[in-house]
């Protein structure tokens, strides 16, 4: 299974039914309740997947820069697969360094349908802090390269790409005398201009690269993979590995009677098994319980997925 990490909370947008959950579990719940959930929402552990694609991260990060030939790859898979959680992991997890300003050798920005050249640009201004991030038509090859400019002097060496199948639907404009561009064009001038190396992360429906933009996909060479668990011996060793690593209350029952229900119930969604194991720890030491039982893992089920959700509890008795 390799190394288990802890993983810390992220800079960044907080998703809608996240901020929503946070604030119905600071009403129902107690702080001492909240203090644990906490630590179990922030546990991690590697598993295969995770590891090869932190191997490919690290290589990016160290040629990116030395060499003229770019540097970038492309991470594909399916809604709560970790591709968010590992990119901003390894963001965070970079040792200080003379090389780059503290927090800026590794930045993150997110696309949404039908991108613009703007909103690129507009995000790594974001993302550099910039003061000024609004991006007008009539400047924006301006605001462009002031954007270039400011990853050379952060030291920038790796920006990651979230929702990147939205390549699919990027618009193209014209600035009157201008050619046609696009966010995959300012992507491939980023590469080019500031070596930076570059990592997208697209849902698994993505229909490929090559059919966005030939010229950014030859440019990204490295094509990786992440999937759910599938139920079996890397599916268990993820339970045991979790369950040992949080100490909060004991959750060997993950690991043992409540394995083929845990898979049942979170269809090896690594971002739904977070939240149920969140919610079970919840309603675990509110009824004064050092131990995650079924009967918890039953009511966090419940409260989770709500009434109108059609599938079957599988912790019912």
Not at 69 to 94: E, H, N
Not at 96 to 119: E, H, M, V
Not at 171 to 188: C, F, M, N, Y
Request: with cysteine; charged share 25%.
């Amino acid at each position: 299974m390799g190394s288990i990490y802890d993983f810390t909370e992220f800079d960044g947008p907080v998703e809608e039914d996240e901020r929503k959950t946070r604030a119905r579990r600071q009403f129902m719940y107690s702080a001492a309740a909240l203090a644990a959930a906490e630590v179990v929402d922030r546990t991690y552990v590697m598993f295969p997947e995770f590891e090869r694609a932190l191997q490919a991260f690290d290589r990016i990060y160290q040629l990116s820069g030395q060499l003229d030939s770019p540097q970038g790859a492309l991470v594909q898979g399916p809604p709560g697969s970790s591709k968010t959680t590992l990119a901003r992991y390894f963001a965070k997890s970079l040792p200080q360094s003379s090389l780059f300003d503290i927090g800026y050798g590794a930045i993150f920005i997110r696309l949404r349908a039908n991108p613009t050249q703007g909103l690129v640009v507009s995000q790594l201004l974001r993302a550099v802090r910039y003061p000024f991030t609004e991006v007008r038509k009539s400047r924006i090859y301006t605001m462009r390269d002031i954007a270039f400019e400011a990853l050379m002097q952060k030291g920038t060496k790796v920006v990651f790409v979230d929702q990147a199948h939205c390549l699919s639907t990027q618009a193209r404009v014209r600035h009157s005398d201008v050619p046609e561009s696009a966010v995959s064009d300012t992507l491939r001038e980023m590469m080019d201009e500031t070596r930076v190396g570059l990592v997208l992360l697209a849902d698994a429906t993505f229909k490929g690269l090559e059919q966005a933009d030939a010229a950014l996909a030859d440019r990204i060479s490295v094509r990786l993979n992440m999937t759910h668990f599938v139920e079996g011996e890397v599916w268990q060793a993820f339970l045991q590995a979790f369950s040992r690593k949080i100490q909060v209350t004991d959750m060997g029952v993950i690991a043992a009677a409540g394995s083929a229900a845990t898979f049942k119930a979170t269809e090896g969604n690594r971002r739904t098994f977070r939240r149920l194991m969140t919610e079970g720890v919840l309603i675990a030491i509110d009824a004064g319980s050092k131990l995650l039982t079924i009967e918890h893992l039953h009511l966090a089920f419940e409260r989770t997925r709500g009434d109108g959700s059609t599938k079957a509890n599988p912790y019912a008795a």
